[in-house]
């Protein structure tokens, strides 16, 4: 299986500010994705992050709230721009292997004030 | 990808046999599914899958109904450990993404 380290693990954020995410892996996977949890709430995927190539987002998220960086198999970068309350959240990646089992990473704990 | 129906939560005594349902009735016949589970402030785990036959690993057991519209996920011998959010997913693989989509899952609460 593969083991996912995030960085931060966690921050707190003044309103209007950005934080970059960092996901990295201990080995080459086909695809990884970003996911965010609200409080109380269950996961909500984000984008899939593609490699060499724009992210594909789902409905309700777009690339200037959350750009997303994939520049090889094994790293990838969500930011999250211009914060608001609103987005406190935890912040998950992760990836599949060729098995199809996805691994997740142990998030990124977020809190704008 | 088809939608699943879980209970919100149900109980288990240690060392008793968890059983957790979930309902896909309108599951394709080249979707599988997945059972995942979050513990406390930390990322989901994947512990099963399968398409048509039951599936066992260290971890769970898989039952399948032979309509394919539902399946049991057991925990053989439930610790507090196990104390966690199951999720049941369906996912159809071979396509662009093989993207999770989650539920509200059920929360599985041991008790001592």
């Known amino acids: 299986s593969a083991v996912i380290s995030q960085k931060p693990s966690r921050d707190i954020c003044q309103r209007g500010t950005s934080l970059t995410i960092q996901c990295q892996v201990d080995?080459?996977?086909?695809?990884m994705f970003w996911y965010r949890q609200q409080p109380g709430q269950s996961l909500t995927l984000i984008a899939t992050?593609?490699?060499?190539?724009?992210?594909?987002?789902e409905s309700g998220f777009v690339i200037d709230k959350f750009p997303i960086s994939r520049p090889n198999l094994t790293f990838s970068t969500l930011t999250v721009s211009n914060m608001s309350p609103e987005d406190s959240s935890i912040y998950l990646c992760?990836?599949?292997?060729?098995?199809?089992?996805?691994?997740f990473g142990p998030g990124t704990r977020l809190t704008v004030t | 990808d088809a939608k699943t129906t879980q209970p919100t939560s149900m109980d288990c005594a240690e060392g008793r046999a968890a059983n957790l349902p979930c309902n896909h009735s309108?599951?394709?016949?080249?979707?599988?599914v997945y059972w995942y589970r979050q513990i406390h402030s930390q990322g989901p785990q994947y512990i099963i899958h399968?398409?048509?036959n039951n599936e066992t690993n260290e971890m769970a057991s898989l039952i399948i109904t032979e309509d394919r519209k539902s399946s049991t996920l057991i925990l053989p011998h439930a610790t507090l450990r196990d104390t966690a959010v199951y999720y049941c997913?369906?996912?159809?693989?071979?396509?662009?993404?093989?993207?999770?989509?989650f539920g509200t899952g059920t929360l599985l609460a041991v008790q001592p």
């Open positions: 992760s990836v599949a292997d060729s098995k199809y089992e996805q691994y």
């Open positions: 080995s080459q996977v086909t695809m």
């Open positions: 992050a593609n490699q060499g190539s724009e992210a594909t987002y």
């Open positions: 309108t599951i394709s016949g080249n979707e599988y």
């Open positions: 399968g398409l048509k």
């Open positions: 997913i369906v996912l159809g693989l071979g396509g662009a993404t093989n993207k999770l989509i």
